[in-house]
């Protein structure tokens, strides 16, 4: 089992940046990929970055060149640094990862992004 909490999320102005954080806990050998999801109500929860466990990433073509996801392999947690938000980015933001040997996609709870003037 994998317990993810994120942190980070709230209202910023459009042109301003955020910092997520999510840490991972748990009974697990290894974390695999870790990731970045949103959504907003009505639709289906979209990937916004994720990071494999050999460090490559992906990101939407939509937050290319303004968000980066990192991590911290050695204390489990995932990062997003969101630069030059604007309103499309208000969203639900949800860690995700996965862990050992299965395909099990584990959540967080969510945080709540909102950009507005």
């Known amino acids: 089992q994998v317990q993810l909490v994120e942190s980070g999320g709230g209202l910023v102005q459009p042109g301003g940046s955020l910092r997520l954080s999510c840490a991972a806990s748990g009974r697990f050998f290894r974390i695999n990929a870790m990731g970045w999801y949103r959504q907003d109500p009505g639709k289906q929860r979209e990937l916004v970055a994720s990071?494999?466990?050999?460090?490559?990433?992906d990101y939407a073509d939509s937050v290319k060149g303004r968000f980066t996801i990192s991590r911290d392999y050695a204390k489990n947690t995932v990062a997003l640094e969101m630069n030059s938000l604007n309103a499309e980015d208000t969203a639900v933001y949800y860690c995700?990862?996965?862990?050992?040997?299965?395909?099990?996609?584990?959540w967080g709870q969510g945080t709540q992004v909102t950009v507005s003037s």
């Open positions: 990071i494999t466990r050999g460090s490559v990433t």
């Open positions: 995700g990862a996965t862990a050992d040997w299965s395909d099990r996609q584990y």
